[in-house]
């Protein structure tokens, strides 16, 4: 979680709930919210953009990526970004176990990730690089 402190507030203590802020008007508990994350799938001439409302941290989120990255090797020449995409989604919702997917497919960044990743085709390597913008 991100913290901001303004000249007003000071942190008094930090919980699961949330972070308690003592102010002028007094103590006040502000609640965790969700850590979102868009990650952008390119390979320089196809692009996809998935959303995580929730948990987006980079060690679940990197973790995931590379796990879908390390079972897509060898299944097909090239960067073939929609392949990479969909072998992701697959492996990332067991709808047995949850009612909702973790990610979903977007239409590019929201403008309220706490993070944004990009995995992106090198040509010249063959292979996938993953960057972390937060």
Request: glycine fraction near 8%; hydrophobic fraction near 30%.
């Amino acid at each position: 979680m991100h913290i901001y402190t303004r000249k007003t507030k000071t942190i008094e203590a930090k919980s699961e709930q949330g972070s308690r802020y003592k102010g002028a008007m007094g103590s006040v508990l502000v609640k965790n919210m969700s850590t979102r994350a868009t990650i952008e799938f390119t390979d320089g001439y196809e692009t996809y953009y998935v959303y995580r409302h929730c948990d987006g941290f980079p060690d679940i989120v990197i973790r995931e990526i590379q796990y879908a990255i390390d079972k897509s090797k060898g299944r097909w020449s090239g960067a073939e970004t929609g392949c990479l995409l969909t072998m992701f989604l697959a492996l990332n919702y067991d709808p047995d176990k949850k009612r909702l997917p973790e990610y979903h497919i977007s239409s590019g960044f929201a403008g309220d990730e706490s993070y944004r990743y990009l995995v992106k085709w090198n040509g010249s390597t063959e292979e996938w690089i993953v960057n972390l913008f937060d």
